[in-house]
Structure formats: C-alpha cells, structure tokens
C-alpha cells in the first residue's frame, strides 16, 4: 500500500469548512484513497473514499487531483462534534489474504467555538 | 441496519489472566477484523476472519487468538496477560467479498491489566 502524509493537527473554526489534506505521491492506478475519523475513544468511522474522480456524500466530500497525488477531505461546514482524529488510507478495494487497513498517525482535526 | 458491536466495552484484568472479547459483525458482513489501538504504536492490525478460516494475520505473539462462528461471530483471546496488553480492541467488519469492500469499526472494549 501506499504511504500517506498528513498534518499531524489543525484547527477550524465552528461553521467554516475544513480542508484535510493528504499526500499519497506513490500512489498505485488500482488503489484508492479512503478516509475514516476517531473520535475520542470511539472506534474509528468510515467517511468515503474514491479512485480518481472526486466524491461526495451526506458527510463529506473527497477532492483527489488529476495526477492523483493528493487529496483533500473537505467537511463543508465543521461543527464540533467534528472535533476527531482524521486518516487517510491508500489501499487497493480489496485484497483477499491481505485485507487489513494501515493506519497512520493521521490529522488531529480541532474544531473551535 | 445495526452496526457492529463489541462486548464487553470495558474490562479489568490482571496479568497472567486471560481474557475473551466478542464482535458481531454488521449482517451479512462475512468478514471480521481485529485491531489493537495504543497511544504508542497508534492501530496495528492482530487479524482477520473470513467464513469461519483466519485468512490474514498481523505481526503479534501466539498469546493473541481469534476465531469466527457460523454465523460470522467472532471471539479474539489473549492469555498469560501483560501490562503492555492495555488497550483499545477494535473489531471490523466488512462483506470479505471485494464487492463494496468497506471496514466497518465497531465501538472497542477497552481492557486494562493491572
């Protein structure tokens, strides 16, 4: 799999979007960028993910840019309950007998009031 | 659709003590991964379940075990206890297919040795 390379932290201000970055620069044609967040003590929680074109659903959306290379979670309108750990994976779909999702450092995304 | 759970949430043992934890898997997830969560080595992959045969395992000593039931249930044992053993357990589940292959966390079980 490909390594990541994240900010250890940021801060965001309550209402204002975030924007996580993650840079993937070996990224493989077959892997795909997957976000997840922890929140204190929690297990972590999938966000999205995608391959090459950018992605969107109910709690995010996933910016990757043409060569692949990096990527950015944007939160459009952080609140703070937002307030977690963030982690960029880059891994093929699946894997069969190498199926496990390597997890970094990641962001420490603080939300402020 | 329930999520994945775990049991117990927290737990106490001391070392030389073994212990069990439980995962049920989102249903119809066939696949059932365990994590170890420290401050130090951050989530380090213990192993992986498909249809009852651990297909993938990570780094760790043969104190650590698992096992998947029938119905895609899983058990993970550590024996002979040691401090360093503290941590947070997470299980995931996922279809173990390829087919919207997503790891699904569960909420942990949090076990101190004392």
């Known amino acids: 799999d490909a390594k990541t390379t994240q900010p250890p932290s940021m801060d965001c201000a309550e209402g204002r979007a975030a924007n996580l970055p993650c840079n993937h620069s070996?990224?493989?044609?077959?892997?795909?960028v997957y976000w997840y967040r922890q929140i204190h003590s929690q297990g972590p929680q999938y966000i999205i993910h995608g391959l090459k074109n950018n992605e969107t659903n109910e709690m995010a959306s996933l910016i990757i840019t043409e060569d692949r290379k990096s990527s950015t979670l944007i939160l459009p309108h952080a609140t703070l309950r937002d307030t977690a750990v963030y982690y960029c994976i880059v891994r093929v779909e699946f894997q069969g007998n190498n199926n496990d999702m390597r997890f970094g450092a990641g962001t420490r995304l603080t939300v402020k009031p | 659709k329930a999520g994945v759970t775990q049991t117990p949430r927290y737990l106490i043992k001391t070392r030389g003590q073994q212990v069990t934890l439980s995962c049920s898997p989102i249903?119809?997830?066939?696949?059932v991964s365990w994590y170890q969560q420290t401050p130090g080595q951050g989530l380090q992959f213990l192993f992986e379940y498909f249809s009852e045969t651990q297909r993938n395992k990570g780094n760790f000593p043969g104190r650590f075990s698992g096992r998947q039931f029938s119905n895609s249930r899983s058990e993970m044992n550590v024996s002979t206890l040691e401090l360093g053993d503290s941590a947070l357990y997470l299980c995931a589940s996922s279809s173990g297919t390829g087919r919207r292959e997503t790891q699904y966390f569960g909420p942990g079980t949090r076990l101190l040795v004392l």
């Open positions: 070996t990224i493989s044609g077959n892997e795909y």
């Open positions: 249903s119809g997830h066939r696949s």
